[in-house]
């Protein structure tokens, strides 16, 4: 059994930056794919981010690349995801999920066994 728990969402102004963090239980957890995904009200739940925690390889979605950046420390268990540049449509919950079995980055929420409860991030315009 794996268990996330995310912190640092909040509310910010449209240019504005967070970093988001999740905490991961388990003794493997350099084997594990961590991913991001977010939820706006209304919408599905939608891919954001992955990475790979044996190499460090990551995936960013088309709308968050160059502004978003996964990444993860081994030794904390924790991955991280810094958002710069934020905008109102980037509202939404944001959760973290993890997939201990398949070395694939995948965008699909079903590749995935476990997530967090989620965390809130509001951007003003």
Known sequence: QVQLVESGGGLVQAGGSLRLSCAASGRTF????????????????????????SNGYTVHDDSVK??????????????????????PEDTAVYYCAANPI???ISTRTTEYDYWGQGTQVTVSS
């Open 66 to 87: 160059g502004r978003f950046t996964i990444s993860r420390d081994n030794e904390k268990n924790t991955v991280y995801l810094q958002m710069n540049s934020l905008k």
């Open 102 to 104: 398949t070395p694939r």
């Open 30 to 53: 350099r084997s594990y794919v961590m991913g991001w995904f977010r939820q706006a009200p209304g919408k599905e739940r939608e891919f954001v981010a992955g990475i790979r925690c």
